[in-house]
Each structure stands twice: as C-alpha cells, then as structure tokens.
C-alpha cells in the first residue's frame, strides 16, 4: 500500500532544523512561523502562502519543494509563516469578518517583529502566492512594514484583476453562501461531506460542471478561485499525488475576504476595506497612494496560463514601472497557472532559479 502523506508534515526538508516560533498579533490571534535553519546566512527568505493554502504548499514532500531549493541555494535560513488566511488554523472554518487591512496591519508586522527577534538585522527577503502577495503589497506600500530587502510575488499584488466569470461568483458568492446555504466557509472537502447535507449537494452541483478530472476537491477548488477546468493550474504541471490530495494543500475559507477582492476588483487596485475602520487609521485608504516612496524592488512573476488574476502582475509591473523605473522586475512562466509555480512537478526547473536569481541579485 502506498504510503499517504501525512496533513502538516515537516517531512519535506529532512536536512534543516524546524523550529517552530509563536506569536500573537495586536487583535489577539495566535500565529506562528516555522524556521528551517542550517546555518546562519546575510540573507533570510520568509515564504507567505495564500488564501486556502498553508506554509505546506512549499515544503512538500512529493517534489523538490521552494523551502528545499533554497536552503540548497545558499539561503541557509528559511521561515514560513501561518498566518491568519492559513488552513492550518480554525479561523476560517468560523464566521468572521476579516480582511486584508487585518492581515496587512497586524499580522505581518507581529511576524516580522518576532523574526526579527531572531535574525537581528539581517536582510529579509520575502516572496509570497496569491492573496498573500496582496496583503504583503498593502502592508509594505501601507508603510505597517519596512526594511524589506526584496519582495517577490505570484500571481497577483496590488491589482487584482479577475475575469468575468470571477467578478460574478465574488459580487454573488459570499452573500449565497453565507444567507441561503447558511455555509460561513467553502471547502474542497465539501466533495467528502456526510450524503445530502448541503456542503455534499453544492459540492456535486459544482462538479457537474468540472468533467476534466474525477477529484472532487479539485472541481471544489476551480468553483472557489478562477474560471478555468482547472482554474488554479494545469493539471499535467502536478504529480499524480498532488493532484489527489488537493484538499490537504488548499483547505476551508471564510466568504468575507472574497468581499474585500471584489472592492479591490472594481477599484483596479488595493483599497481600504472600511475607511471608516478606526482600528485601521494609519493604513491609507488607497494603498497605491505612496508607491513612488517605496524604494524594496519587487519580482512579479505570473504563469500564462493563470486563470485566477490573468494579467494582474503584468499589469501592476506596468503600473509601479510608470511610478518608479527600473525598480522591479516582471517574469512570465510559459506553461504555468496560478499555484503550479510552486507545488509543479517541475518547479526547481522552471521557476525556482529566476526567483534565485533575483534573490542573490538582491543580496548584494
């Protein structure tokens, strides 16, 4: 019988110390980092996932995983960080109203203060996916984080720009969810619910619509993110393997983040949630608002075939490149979708080495 991989494990980078690094933020949510270190090093990379996702999406053990790959590339001293969007912890399984002013104001901040309370002031490198490029992007051009020596992130940052179908399951999504299902949170796993529950009816009515594979969890995850079949990558950039456990890798997420995409969408660009918000008066309303005092260079790196934010990369780069030239950079992944460029099969190959590069071009 072939062994299962098990949910959370650190199997993935056998030859580094994992430690594990508690913290609580200002709103009072426990969080934690995870350090893989071999030895300390100038340059320190944090790895932040997006939404659904978990520190696990780079260190899987499947593949040569990012956290891996790293630590072979000299990047001896490696942390990931859980935060409040993680599978990993209960919140988004509950009714809440989180948003991205919530991460990008008290979330990385305490992250990177405990970090810090370990590396000194060492140069920090931080490369994120998806919705956590968004939030660090509102953190860093928010001015509630600084010193950052390089940002790399996929997919998407400070403009999302989702396609049509998208835009409409976010104008009617969480409302459906949250009022006429009585679902706080969507699940992938909603493919394993107990028989005629609604979790296990809406979860067979979105695969009547998804005939490309037979993984429910998979269909689940296209009905969430993206309009595509699949929407969140290609399927032959996966491991068999990765493939069937989609739903340990991308788990249950609250409705209400999707509320504050939609503004976000329709403004072009990261906003304020609630500017009337007074817990979040020191965030700008507009978050491009200071982009030319911001002096960390930026990687944006995006598959061609994304199916979640299209062109929101390319764009943004277009955008901060009329604000500040010759500060960042844009690289485009022939072959790749929204997530594959970091839990893909062939990665370390394709992706991995032009983040690398621009690290160590950064480390200088």
Do not use: Q
């Amino acid at each position: 019988m072939e062994k299962r991989i098990a949910r959370y494990t650190l199997e993935g980078v056998p030859d580094a110390r994992a430690t594990m690094h508690p913290f609580t933020t200002a709103d009072g949510l426990g969080l934690y980092l995870t350090r893989f270190h071999r030895a300390d090093c100038d340059d320190v990379v944090l790895l932040l996932h997006g939404l659904t996702a978990s520190s696990d999406m780079f260190i899987m053990p499947e593949h040569r995983n990012f956290a891996g790959f790293l630590l072979d590339e000299g990047f001896s001293d490696v942390w990931t960080l859980d935060f409040r969007m993680s599978s990993r912890f209960p919140y988004d399984a509950e009714t809440h109203r989180y948003t991205f002013d919530d991460i990008a104001h008290w979330d990385f901040p305490a992250a990177l203060a405990e970090l810090r309370s370990h590396v000194g002031d060492r140069r920090v490198h931080v490369v994120a996916h998806c919705t956590g490029g968004i939030a660090f992007a509102m953190s860093l051009f928010g001015g509630a984080v600084d010193g950052i020596a390089s940002f790399t992130t996929n997919s998407v940052s400070l403009t999302p720009r989702p396609p049509t179908w998208s835009r409409i399951k976010l104008a009617l999504g969480p409302a459906t969810e949250e009022y006429l299902l009585g679902l706080p949170f969507v699940d992938p796993r909603f493919g394993d619910a107990p028989p005629l529950t609604r979790a296990w009816l809406l979860s067979r009515l979105v695969s009547l619509f998804h005939r490309e594979c037979e993984v429910r969890a998979c269909h689940m995850a296209s009905f969430m993110w993206g309009s595509g079949h699949p929407a969140l990558y290609e399927h032959a950039n996966l491991l068999p393997v990765t493939h069937e456990r989609m739903a340990d890798l991308l788990s249950a997420t609250g409705a209400h983040y999707y509320r504050h995409v939609r503004k976000m969408a329709r403004a072009g660009h990261a906003v304020k949630y609630d500017p009337s918000d007074s817990r979040h008066a020191d965030l700008p309303d507009d978050y491009l608002a200071n982009a030319a005092e911001i002096t960390t260079p930026i990687l944006f790196i995006a598959g061609d075939h994304n199916h979640v934010f299209p062109d929101a990369n390319a764009y943004c780069y277009k955008l901060l490149e009329e604000i500040t030239p010759g500060l960042h950079e844009l690289a485009i992944l022939p072959g790749y979708g929204h997530i594959d460029p970091f839990i893909g099969k062939n990665s370390h190959i394709d992706v991995f080495p032009k983040i690398v590069d621009f690290l160590k071009r950064k480390a200088a």
